[in-house]
Every structure is written in structure tokens, then in C-alpha cells.
């Protein structure tokens, strides 16, 4: 079956550090893939995605590329902030067969200290 | 346009009630989808609804049920409730396009199992 497999977190950072979130991924077909953000107390928000391999994503200073030679999709941003602060979810969902279905990553969580 | 909407935001039962929760979507968005996520368990697919009609389904029992209405809302519920069904609930609708299947969360229900 599909599986995420997420860096182990938690990680901590001072502001204006640069960020890696590593995601690898097994997909029996062709996935999509995408990063969600959850903040305290919410639910999930979609931060960006990519449909197809060398496809970049990004989003509020983010970015995150479809890699299929190494089944990965790292998130990255040069420049964290305190805001930045929540849990990140890497997340597959697999094209014509999966209908509806996400698969998850176990989520990693990030504290950007001041 | 509205998101995503789920009612109630937090819900105390005991063991052995049944519970029933709703997610509004997106207008325009016939998909909706349901996930379970637990400190332990992470972030799990519990089944979609399209069109009124489940498309597809998650490993969980029987206790766990759900469906849509013409209007695309979807209530989920689970009977005989256990301890270990503490957890937030939260849906996601899309437009159910196979193929950009993008979803988007809405703020959650967290269910408390006394």
C-alpha cells in the first residue's frame, strides 16, 4: 500500500533560520502530492502541491518539489518565522483509484523561537 | 466563499453512546471526506461520499458509518462508542475531480469518550 514517511520531529529553530522538512513516499501508482500546515486548536490548511515529477510548489514563501527519481517531496523556506510555528503534514493522494483517500505522513512538528 | 464547516466543535460522551457529527463543504463541492487523528494513530482515512453514493473506504469497524445528502452535506457517526474513539474528527470536501482531488479541511469536531 501507500505510505508517507516524515523527518522525525520535533525540530526548533530560531527566526530567519532556513527549514528542511524531509518527506519520502511508496506509491503503487502515480501520486499527487501535497503539504498541509495545522496551527493549534484547527484543522488542516493546505500549504502547497504537485501533480506531476519535477513540478514545484509553493506557497507563502515555501516550496517543495516533486522529485520521482527519489520518491521524495521536501518542504523548504529560506527565512522562518515565529508564525511559522505548527505542525507540517506531508500527504499523497493517489490519481483515479484512491478516490477521496489522503494518505499522511505522521507530521512533524516546528517551534521557530524569536 | 465559505469553507468548510463542522458542527459540533467539541463533543463529551460516554462509553457506549452514539454519536452523530456534520460537515458542511465548499459549495460546489460533492466530495467529502473523513479523517480521524489521534496523538497515537496520526491521521487516518475513515471514508468518502460522492454524490450521496460512499466511493471509498478505510480500515475501521462497522461502528463507523456515514452518508451525504442531495445538498452535499455529510454526517458521520459511530455507534457503541468506545474509549479509544477520542480523537478529532475532521472532513474535507472537494470537487471530486479524480484527477486534482485537492481537499480542503474544515476546523474539526474533537470527540471526548468518558
Known amino acids: 500500500g501507500n505510505s508517507v514517511t516524515q523527518m522525525e520531529g520535533p525540530v526548533t529553530l530560531s527566526e530567519e533560520a532556513f527549514l528542511t522538512i524531509n518527506c519520502t513516499y511508496t506509491?503503487?501508482?502515480?501520486?499527487?502530492l501535497f503539504w498541509y500546515v495545522q496551527y493549534p486548536g484547527e484543522g488542516l490548511q493546505l500549504l502547497l502541491k504537485?501533480?506531476?515529477?519535477?513540478d514545484k510548489g509553493s506557497n507563502k514563501g515555501f516550496e517543495a518539489t516533486y522529485r520521482k527519481e527519489t520518491t521524495s517531496f521536501h518542504l523548504e523556506k529560506g527565512s522562518v518565522q515565529v508564525s511559522d510555528s505548527a505542525v507540517y503534514f506531508c500527504a499523497l493522494s493517489e490519481r483515479g483509484t484512491s478516490y477521496g483517500k489522503l494518505t499522511f505522513g505522521q507530521g512533524t512538528i516546528l517551534t521557530v523561537h524569536p | 466563499k465559505a469553507g468548510v464547516t463542522q458542527t459540533p466543535r467539541y463533543l463529551i460522551k460516554t462509553r457506549g453512546q452514539q454519536v452523530t457529527l456534520s460537515c458542511s463543504p465548499i459549495s460546489g463541492h460533492r466530495s467529502v471526506s473523513w479523517y480521524q487523528q489521534t496523538p497515537g494513530q496520526g491521521l487516518q482515512f475513515l471514508f468518502e461520499?460522492?454524490?450521496?453514493?460512499?466511493?471509498n473506504k478505510g480500515n475501521f469497524p462497522g461502528r463507523f458509518s456515514g452518508r451525504q445528502f442531495s445538498n452535499s452535506r455529510s454526517e458521520m457517526n459511530v455507534s457503541t462508542l468506545e474509549l479509544g474513539d477520542s480523537a478529532l474528527y475532521l472532513c474535507a470536501s472537494s470537487t471530486g475531480d479524480r484527477d486534482t482531488d485537492t481537499q480542503y479541511f474544515g476546523p474539526g469536531t474533537r470527540l471526548t469518550v468518558l
Open positions: 504537485a501533480t506531476k515529477a519535477d
Open positions: 506509491a503503487t501508482g502515480y501520486p499527487s
Open positions: 461520499y460522492f454524490s450521496e453514493t460512499q466511493r
